[in-house]
């Protein structure tokens, strides 16, 4: 009875819903005149073959100014007339969303005007922001216009014209949001419920049926273009592809829902058959979308599905006649369906059957069967539950009749035995899962629970729980309200709770637990007792924290090196400008004429450099702090080192007036070290004993070897010694040396003891950074020094084996720089530069012109770049990362898939100078990587090599030739 009421009420307020959401919604609303379709099978025809007057007999009239061709592949042409009682903007609206792709041709003076719209379309690009699709039309007078409209999708082929002002549109537009918010809201009620059902019941019925009403639901999405509104920015086939899946789900959970609810007899073969066959075909709607025969598919599912229906009726229908309640609701879902459903399924098979009034209507009657079958499959879950519990008190009735009070001593006895052991299980499992049951009794204030709840609140097992007055110390003191506050909460309500409450320090307590209560009552309603759980959740509680914190480290840690990237990044941009225009001149036989000049250019070059160095240290020592500095440690040998080292430095040496020495340079000493970063070690230690000598000064290198016995002294991870011993390396100078209080500074990052004063140059970074490096390969670093007599630096490092057995990891690190004006014979070499940077282009350009045979092309652009790159064939790509349009690393991804260009030699040119960016772009193809600024010496030397067939040069982030 109360299904019957249910749905006489609901059916009134469908009623009600459709007498007033059918109202016309705007007076200004206007039909097309003489609307005519041609079909255009394979989409070949174009506004100058259907607008000729040869094509006018081609053209066939539509009824009701609706188009419904069903599901096809063929394109269609619309023409149609527009006349409007007052000039200005209209509004033309083609229903429904699920086009792809529309094309007005309005009439304008020497032609017409295309608008374009569609689901390929970016939604973001369309005249106005709505779900469907719309054409803002400016009509300056009232005559008739003759307006051609192309379609193409692969849904249904449908459309339904209509002009609307904008002010009358905006009103149709309210009214249709209305309706479609009552509509998703009751699927999403639906849906909600449903799946809740699924989830307590596990019964396969709610699974169905939430599959269904999800199906609906992204249908109508679809339909309405709501998929395409909430996905804007989306490859528009997802939101065909969503139509599609919903109208397959919809099929196949529609016929598996009705096989299970109707109960069809397993004799009825033939019907189960005929179940299956459906089921199948909805099964085939997503594959033949995607190999192209949707339209076959679509038209046989739909068709199918259509003839079903009455089948499903008669079906509904026969068990009515049982007076099974729950079919009855069914049988009058179905009618619903046919009544609504059925008109419009047959506008998407093509039958021309679609009128305004009607073109909504399947939308309240999908809701109206929905509701129904609901009902059905309610009462029908009800109906079997309660047949179930019948059959189980009658067979529990027999069981108790049949057994003797013998048999019935016997189970006493088993069932007390089995509660024993469930009983020490229970306990063994709390103690196990730190869980422990509670039971509190209002009558008297008693408090009782289980072992594990009392060694939880550290309480003696044999003492009893506290006094009311002595509980609050065990919490701590925004604990103990919330626990007043949860109990009486509880009492008020009856309803249950759940807690965390953190407990105060004590021996033998937990630090939080999770308690978990509810109320008991009496038969007269009365409150008896609360009883629950207790858990010890302390574990849990340090655990999230502690990730918490692992979180908070890792974004910390993310941000700082996006951070360093970004400053380095911003400012290697200018420098570049700065260092390449600097070295420009030093080269200009001009300037090298002028004394005067040239010195201020060496000062010019000379500040350049000094800048690079210290954003080189700072991102070196920003990298080891955050553990994220990679280093290739193997054997290499100190002695070559070291003289090379050396042999850098004499130059600087010979202008400070200071003389090197090496000691002790016996072969056959290896060590295990970076030899990159080791060498920058050597030569910031070199470097410093140099620049803070005095004139006339000595600096002394010594090598030798300590065995394993020996300690490192100093802090540093290399606290277990090697089992080769250490190789020991001492740099001292004849410089002032260093007080105490100097000494207790001398390695804090920008501090530089003084000599900021002093015509010294130095960031104060150099001895910083050598701690770090040297502290990072495992090794230690300690200084001595007397004030007034130098100072000496000693390295310890890791030694390796003996030098016949060592492999050879030395390479030469520097290299014959080219003439300032190389001649370079033969055809002329193509450079292509793709930088987006004015200055940078500059320096490259006035670079080039000192290499005769080398002819530059610039590109300011990713995708100008990629495009002059297969017209040019070039000899060498120099490539810039951050580029507009399309990056650097997509523009060599792009070459190296193109087989003319795969072997094209591509250099990196970045200002990106951290070690993960030029892996990056290693593993993205480039040949080499050049971090900005640019040594313009070792940039002609790279073109001059390429020039002589050569391959790239590795230039580190320094600007020095890697060999």
Request: charged share 20%; hydrophobic share 45%; proline share 5%.
């Amino acid at each position: 009875m109360w299904c019957r009421r249910l749905l006489a009420r609901w059916c009134a307020l469908v009623a009600i819903l459709l007498c007033t959401l059918q109202l016309p919604a705007a007076a200004q609303a206007i039909v097309p005149q003489d609307l005519a379709k041609l079909v255009d099978p394979g989409g070949t025809e174009t506004l100058a073959s259907v607008s000729a007057d040869a094509a006018a007999h081609r053209f066939q009239r539509v009824r009701n100014n609706d188009l419904s061709a069903g599901y096809t592949h063929d394109v269609y042409w619309l023409r149609f007339t527009l006349q409007v009682p007052a000039p200005g903007a209209w509004w033309l609206d083609v229903q429904p969303a699920v086009l792809d792709d529309l094309r007005l041709f309005e009439p304008v003076a020497g032609g017409h005007r295309l608008h374009h719209t569609g689901d390929m379309q970016a939604f973001a690009m369309r005249a106005l922001d709505y779900r469907g699709f719309v054409f803002k039309l400016d009509l300056p007078d009232t005559a008739p216009r003759t307006f051609y409209l192309r379609i193409q999708t692969e849904s249904s082929m449908q459309a339904r014209l209509t002009l609307w002002h904008p002010n009358d549109f905006y009103r149709n537009d309210r009214q249709d949001a209305t309706t479609l918010g009552l509509y998703f809201g009751a699927c999403a009620v639906l849906l909600l419920g449903n799946l809740t059902l699924w989830a307590t019941l596990r019964h396969a019925l709610f699974g169905w049926f939430s599959l269904v009403v999800a199906s609906y639901a992204l249908i109508y999405c679809g339909r309405f273009g709501l998929t395409a509104q909430l996905l804007p920015d989306a490859d528009p086939r997802v939101a065909n592809f969503l139509l599609v899946l919903g109208i397959a789900l919809g099929l196949g959970g529609t016929t598996e829902l009705y096989r299970h609810l109707l109960r069809v007899p397993a004799r009825k073969r033939w019907l189960h058959m005929m179940f299956r066959v459906q089921f199948a075909l909805a099964g085939l709607i997503v594959p033949a979308w995607f190999v192209g025969w949707f339209p076959q598919a679509m038209t046989v599912a739909v068709g199918a599905f259509t003839l079903f229906v009455p089948l499903l009726l008669l079906l509904a229908l026969r068990q009515w006649r049982a007076r099974r309640p729950d079919t009855r609701a069914i049988a009058l879902g179905n009618v619903i369906a046919l009544a609504g459903s059925g008109i419009q399924t047959l506008g998407h098979l093509g039958v021309q059957f679609s009128t305004p009034v009607t073109y909504n209507l399947h939308l309240y009657t999908s809701a109206g069967m929905l509701i129904a079958m609901q009902i059905g499959l309610s009462t029908r879950i009800l109906a079997t539950n309660r047949q179930r519990t019948r059959l189980r008190l009658r067979a529990q009735t027999a069981e108790l009749r049949a057994a003797s009070e013998q048999t019935a001593r016997v189970k006493l006895a088993e069932v007390s035995g089995a509660l024993n052991a469930l009983v020490d299980e229970l306990h063994h499992a709390q103690r196990l899962g730190k869980i422990g049951n509670w039971e509190w009794l209002l009558a008297n204030d008693t408090f009782q629970g289980s072992e594990e709840t009392w060694r939880m609140f550290g309480w003696e097992a044999g003492r009893g729980a506290p006094q009311p007055l002595e509980r609050a110390e065990h919490f701590t003191p925004d604990s103990w309200p919330r626990l007043n506050e949860a109990l009486s909460h509880t009492l008020r309500t009856g309803q249950a709770f759940v807690v965390e409450l953190e407990l105060a320090p004590g021996a033998g307590r937990a630090s939080w637990i999770e308690g978990r209560g509810t109320l008991v009552v009496d038969a007269a309603g009365r409150p008896v007792k609360l009883r629950g759980t207790v858990r010890d959740i302390s574990d849990s509680r340090r655990l999230i924290q502690a990730q918490s914190e692992a979180a908070a480290m890792a974004l910390a840690s993310r941000s700082r090196d996006e951070f360093l990237a970004r400053v380095s990044h911003e400012m290697r941009t200018p420098l570049n400008a700065m260092s390449g225009m600097a070295q420009l001149l030093a080269l200009d036989p001009k300037v090298r004429a002028a004394p005067e000049l040239a010195d201020q250019v060496g000062m010019l070059r000379g500040a350049a450099d000094h800048l690079r160095s210290m954003i080189d240290d700072v991102l070196d020592l920003a990298q080891i702090r955050a553990g994220s500095l990679r280093l290739d440690l193997r054997a290499i040998s100190i002695q070559a080192l070291a003289t090379e080292c050396l042999r850098w430095m004499g130059a600087k040496a010979s202008l400070h007036q200071v003389s090197l020495r090496l000691v002790d340079a016996r072969q056959g000493w290896w060590l295990v070290a970076d030899q990159t970063r080791m060498r920058q070690v050597l030569i910031n230690l070199l470097s410093n004993a140099i620049k803070y000598n005095r004139r006339g000064g000595k600096v002394v290198m010594t090598l030798h070897h300590e065995p394993a016995a020996a300690a490192p002294t100093g802090p540093g991870p290399a606290a277990r010694p090697p089992a080769a011993g250490w190789i020991c390396i001492e740099v001292a100078d004849t410089g002032k040396g260093l007080s105490p209080q100097q000494l207790e500074a001398l390695f804090q990052p920008f501090n530089r003891l003084g000599a900021e004063l002093s015509d010294v140059e130095g960031t104060g970074l150099g001895l910083s950074l050598v701690k770090e490096l040297t502290e990072a390969m495992g090794g230690t670093l300690s200084v001595h020094s007397v004030q007034g007599q130098g100072a000496q630096f000693s390295l310890r490092l890791p030694a390796d084996v003996a030098a016949e057995d060592a492999p050879v990891a030395m390479a030469p690190a520097t290299a014959k720089a080219p003439d300032a004006t190389l001649d370079v014979p033969g055809a002329p070499f193509r450079l292509l530069y793709v930088e987006d940077n004015r200055l940078n282009v500059m320096v490259v350009r006035l670079a080039m012109k000192r290499l005769p045979g080398v002819v530059l092309h610039v590109a300011t652009d990713g995708s100008s770049g990629l495009a002059m790159a297969r017209q040019l064939r070039p000899d060498l790509i120099l490539l810039d990362i951050n580029l507009p349009q399309l990056s650097g690393i997509e523009v060599v991804q792009q070459l190296r898939a193109d087989p003319a260009l795969a072997h094209t030699p591509c250099v990196a040119v970045s200002a990106n100078s951290i070690a993960a960016d030029v892996e990056r772009a290693i593993d993205a193809g480039f040949d080499d990587y050049i971090a900005k600024p640019i040594e313009v010496q070792a940039l002609l030397q790279l073109v001059q090599r390429m020039r002589e067939g050569g391959h790239p040069w590795r230039i580190s982030a320094h600007g020095a030739l890697d060999g």
